[in-house]
């Protein structure tokens, strides 16, 4: 796995390889915070995850216009773009991505008035790199059944039509 750092002008910069355990999962961490950014990054990238940075909402936007990713983690309380700022955006495009949101304060109120945000977990500040560690697995698991839910099977084509199962 590598861990990659965006730039100032969106090149990433990538580190050695780490763990094998979940070689397809791509995770954008956001966090303003050098130090937790630097954190969660680790813990993630030692856990099997690729793991590109950001350090704010965007240098965030342009990684998400540049790659796929299966999982946002965004901080709330961030200069010029906050996370719920960023998520809103996420949304208008259509994009679908998991997001977990953290901050030392949840935005309750804000997150009330707009349940289209699809937030698939928060992680209140200070958090444990366990709890971390827990909520990342639980939603990349639920996106990874929700998904499998919505796909037609690979024999969609010869399967039975409505009308001939009724005769």
Known sequence: METNKISKTGTPT???????????RRILVVEDDAD???????????SGYEVDAAEDGVEAWHALNTKPYDLLITDNNMPIVTG?????????????????LMSGTMPAEELEKHPWLQIQATLLKPYTLAELFR?????????????????????????PSVDRLRT
């Open 14 to 24: 990538s580190a050695a390889p780490e763990s094998q355990t979940n070689p397809t």
């Open 135 to 159: 909520t990342v697995k639980e939603v990349l698991v639920a996106a990874s059944d929700a998904r499998e839910q919505n796909t037609l099977p690979l024999n969609w084509q010869r399967l």
């Open 36 to 46: 937790i950014r630097q954190l969660n990054m680790e813990v993630l990238t030692e």
């Open 84 to 100: 719920l700022e960023l998520i809103k955006k996420l949304r208008a495009e259509d994009m679908t991505l998991p997001v977990i």
